[in-house]
């Protein structure tokens, strides 16, 4: 009974995988045959599904008397930048949102989900309206700019998911090593982030290469539109250019086509990663499952404390240990003297806008941190096999 309710149940599934292939597939199979039969075979009867004669005509005129070269060149320049900056601007306010703590966090992720809410339409005419008033309209500065305010929130929102995924242990190790905390993001989050950032930036790309209402409204010469709008200029009040715009749909769907073939592994790994934490964590300790616990760097020296240049304050006799724990992340161990003897404490950032900047030095190598140093009790970690 079991066998028989899992074919019929993998029966059904692929019946409606296929239906749901066939309803997404056929229009763009539609769009591409249609864009290559010639103008007087488009509205032949009986509807022919292969034409007997391929044409390319529909594509001669659509670049030699529509000049649909241009507008191709106006959405790559648009959604390239803007996606590019968007993406930019959204990874350093998403790290701020999900590294540190401040009275306007919580305001500010409200707005950013808010404005996600609010129809585009309804800000047309104000947006017009600025525009105007900053010789912006017809312009693709103008457009580039609108398209990063409107990509912003929703982009800071994503990426800060993964900035929370991201431990907050790798980033101490790659400033214990001497990183500032900009280099730490450049060269440590980031290319663990990758997958995010291609997700979001594709996110952008496509938005904007898709966008119509904001282009219409504001690119009036045919110099600065860009392809939605050259799509929306092949139906006029009497008549529908089909061959022309297939064409035109060809070229536009085109490129996203191409990008996510490049990039889909990165796009599916970067929203998996994104959406559910636990998985990504479970991921993290599978990779690092294969490091050896052991196989660790040691830096000793005297443990230091310089506030602000304020002053130096030494702990007598204590030793910091830099080792890398199970997971692979780094560890800052402070072995003192305490009244029971010697006692093992874990040193832990606190970062709050405004604060000091400590500077802890171990031995030649030293870390900088923004906010003030804390110190939390932790049991003595297990010596490794053969080092006693």
Same mark, same amino acid.
């Given at each position: 009974?079991?066998?028989?309710?899992?074919?019929?149940?993998?029966?059904?599934?692929?019946?409606?995988?296929?239906?749901?292939?066939?309803?997404?597939?056929?229009?763009?199979?539609?769009?591409?045959?249609?864009?290559?039969?010639?103008?007087?075979?488009?509205?032949?009867?009986?509807?022919?599904?292969?034409?007997?004669?391929?044409?390319?005509?529909?594509?001669?005129?659509? $670049?030699?008397?529509?000049?649909?070269?241009? #507008?191709?060149?106006?959405?790559?320049?648009?959604?390239?930048?803007?996606?590019?900056?968007?993406?930019?601007?959204?990874?350093?306010?998403?790290?701020?949102?999900?590294? *540190?703590? $401040?009275?306007?966090?919580?305001?500010?992720?409200?707005?950013?989900?808010?404005?996600?809410?609010?129809?585009? $339409?309804?800000?047309?005419?104000?947006? #017009?309206?600025?525009?105007?008033?900053?010789?912006?309209?017809?312009?693709?500065?103008?457009?580039?700019?609108?398209?990063?305010?409107?990509?912003?929130?929703?982009?800071?929102?994503?990426?800060?998911?993964? *900035?929370?995924?991201?431990?907050?242990?790798?980033?101490?190790?790659?400033?214990?090593?001497?990183?500032?905390?900009?280099?730490?993001?450049?060269?440590?989050?980031?290319?663990?982030?990758?997958?995010?950032?291609?997700?979001?930036?594709?996110?952008?790309?496509?938005?904007?290469?898709?966008?119509?209402?904001?282009?219409?409204?504001?690119?009036?010469?045919?110099?600065?539109?860009?392809?939605?709008?050259?799509?929306?200029?092949?139906?006029?009040? $009497?008549?529908?250019?089909?061959?022309?715009?297939?064409?035109?749909?060809?070229?536009?769907?085109?490129?996203?086509?191409?990008?996510?073939? *490049?990039?889909?592994?990165?796009?599916?790994?970067?929203?998996?990663?994104?959406?559910?934490?636990?998985?990504?964590?479970?991921?993290?300790?599978?990779?690092?499952?294969?490091?050896?616990?052991?196989?660790?760097?040691?830096?000793?020296?005297?443990?230091?404390?310089?506030?602000?240049?304020?002053?130096?304050?030494?702990?007598?006799?204590?030793?910091?240990?830099?080792?890398?724990?199970?997971?692979? %992340?780094?560890?800052?161990?402070?072995?003192?003297?305490?009244?029971?003897?010697?006692?093992?404490? %874990?040193?832990?950032?606190?970062?709050?806008?405004?604060?000091?900047?400590?500077?802890?030095?171990?031995?030649?190598?030293?870390?900088?941190? #923004?906010?003030?140093?804390?110190?939390?009790?932790?049991?003595?970690?297990?010596?490794?096999?053969?080092?006693?």
């Amino acid at each position: 009974m079991i066998g028989k309710e899992t074919a019929v149940g993998r029966a059904v599934r692929i019946v409606f995988l296929v239906l749901w292939l066939a309803f997404t597939v056929f229009p763009l199979y539609w769009i591409a045959i249609t864009s290559l039969k010639a103008p007087g075979d488009i509205f032949s009867f009986p509807l022919a599904y292969w034409p007997e004669h391929f044409s390319l005509e529909n594509y001669s005129e659509l $670049f030699n008397k529509a000049d649909f070269g241009t #507008y191709l060149t106006n959405s790559l320049i648009v959604a390239t930048v803007a996606g590019v900056v968007a993406t930019a601007i959204s990874m350093l306010s998403a790290y701020v949102l999900a590294r *540190f703590e $401040f009275r306007t966090k919580s305001a500010l992720l409200t707005a950013a989900l808010v404005t996600q809410m609010i129809p585009a $339409f309804i800000a047309l005419g104000p947006l #017009y309206l600025l525009m105007t008033d900053l010789k912006l309209v017809d312009n693709r500065l103008g457009l580039i700019l609108v398209y990063i305010a409107v990509c912003i929130p929703f982009c800071t929102v994503m990426l800060r998911g993964f *900035f929370e995924n991201i431990p907050d242990a790798l980033e101490e190790a790659a400033m214990i090593d001497g990183l500032s905390r900009f280099a730490a993001l450049f060269r440590v989050l980031l290319p663990v982030m990758r997958p995010g950032i291609v997700a979001a930036f594709i996110f952008n790309f496509v938005n904007c290469w898709n966008e119509l209402f904001l282009s219409v409204t504001l690119m009036n010469s045919d110099a600065n539109k860009t392809t939605p709008t050259a799509l929306n200029g092949f139906i006029s009040s $009497f008549n529908i250019d089909w061959g022309s715009m297939s064409a035109a749909a060809v070229f536009t769907i085109l490129p996203t086509m191409v990008l996510f073939a *490049f990039a889909s592994r990165h796009i599916v790994q970067g929203l998996t990663s994104g959406a559910v934490k636990g998985e990504a964590d479970g991921r993290d300790r599978r990779s690092a499952a294969r490091l050896r616990p052991c196989d660790h760097r040691s830096v000793r020296g005297p443990a230091h404390r310089r506030t602000g240049g304020a002053g130096r304050w030494t702990v007598p006799g204590a030793e910091v240990t830099a080792r890398h724990d199970p997971y692979g %992340a780094l560890r800052l161990v402070l072995a003192a003297p305490g009244p029971e003897g010697l006692s093992t404490v %874990a040193l832990r950032w606190r970062h709050h806008p405004g604060g000091h900047r400590p500077v802890l030095v171990l031995g030649d190598a030293w870390e900088r941190s #923004y906010g003030e140093l804390q110190w939390r009790s932790v049991q003595p970690e297990r010596p490794c096999p053969g080092t006693g």
